[in-house]
């Protein structure tokens, strides 16, 4: 199965040309580059002053603590809600990134007619990178003014004891190294090398 049913179909061709439109727009986006720059001069202090979301997106909202607190300590809660929200973002993209890499390595070593989208994948996956290392600088900075240097660990840590991901990635390592190498159907090269250095299919912490 390739992306063009065969050369001359209408519904290939323009399939090729909205993904060729896509990846073109992706590659031109700076959207990315702003994020790397913002968090690249993200200072809590210069931040602190304001929400960062909706109010009603803080801890403890709604609750008479949340209503007897000072405004500087309502949007301390805002921002503290902020980065539990982003660390969570950051967890799920760093498993889009290796699923990412892992199939666009399976759709080149598939057909050539693939090639498109596994450069897609792949650019969306350094795109993801920039993302999570965002979230993670801005979530760490703001939790080491706000709860101190002893507790930087609480909120924006992915610690092997209490980590689902890590849970979820030693499961499916297992599965990957114990029944995918005895088969032939490895295609991608990424996955292939995941496998052969026992590293696990979904990291624990940010890559």
Same mark, same amino acid.
Request: hydrophobic fraction near 35%; glycine fraction near 2%.
């Given at each position: 199965?390739?992306?063009?049913?065969?050369?001359?179909s209408?519904?290939?061709?323009?399939?090729?040309?909205?993904?060729a439109?896509?990846?073109?727009?992706?590659?031109?986006?700076?959207?990315?580059?702003?994020?790397?720059?913002?968090?690249?001069?993200?200072?809590?202090?210069?931040?602190?002053?304001?929400?960062?979301s909706?109010?009603?997106?803080?801890?403890?909202?709604?609750?008479?603590?949340?209503?007897?607190?000072?405004?500087?300590?309502?949007?301390? #809660?805002?921002?503290?809600?902020?980065?539990? =929200?982003? /660390?969570?973002?950051?967890e $799920? &993209?760093?498993?889009?990134?290796? !699923?990412?890499?892992?199939?666009?390595?399976t759709?080149l070593a598939?057909?050539?007619?693939?090639?498109?989208?596994?450069?897609q994948?792949?650019?969306?996956?350094?795109?993801?990178?920039?993302?999570?290392?965002?979230?993670?600088?801005?979530?760490?900075?703001?939790?080491?003014?706000?709860?101190?240097?002893?507790?930087?660990?609480?909120?924006?840590?992915?610690?092997?004891?209490?980590?689902?991901?890590y849970? #979820?990635?030693?499961?499916?390592?297992?599965? =990957?190294? /114990?029944?995918?190498?005895? $088969? &032939?159907?490895?295609?991608?090269? !990424?996955?292939?090398?995941?496998?052969?250095?026992?590293?696990?299919?979904?990291?624990?912490?940010?890559?």
């Open positions: 199965m390739t992306i063009t049913p065969n050369a001359t209408k519904a290939g061709q323009n399939a090729i040309k909205t993904l439109k896509n990846h073109q727009h992706n590659l031109e986006s700076d959207y990315t580059e702003k994020m790397k720059s913002l968090a690249q001069a993200f200072e809590y202090e210069k931040a602190k002053n304001h929400y960062w909706d109010p009603r997106f803080s801890l403890f909202y709604g609750t008479p603590l949340y209503e007897q607190a000072s405004l500087t300590q309502k949007q301390a #809660l805002n921002h503290l809600f902020w980065i539990l =929200f982003y /660390k969570t973002t950051a $799920s &993209e760093i498993e889009t990134v290796r !699923y990412n890499l892992i199939t666009a390595g759709l598939m057909d050539s007619d693939y090639k498109l989208i596994a450069e994948l792949e650019h969306e996956a350094q795109q993801e990178r920039v993302h999570i290392h965002c979230f993670y600088k801005i979530g760490y900075k703001t939790q080491k003014l706000l709860l101190g240097k002893s507790n930087k660990s609480d909120l924006t840590s992915n610690t092997k004891k209490t980590s689902y991901f849970n #979820l990635s030693m499961k499916l390592n297992y599965f =990957f190294e /114990k029944i995918l190498p005895k $088969s &032939e159907r490895i295609k991608s090269l !990424y996955l292939q090398d995941l496998v052969s250095n026992n590293m696990p299919v979904i990291p624990s912490v940010a890559i």
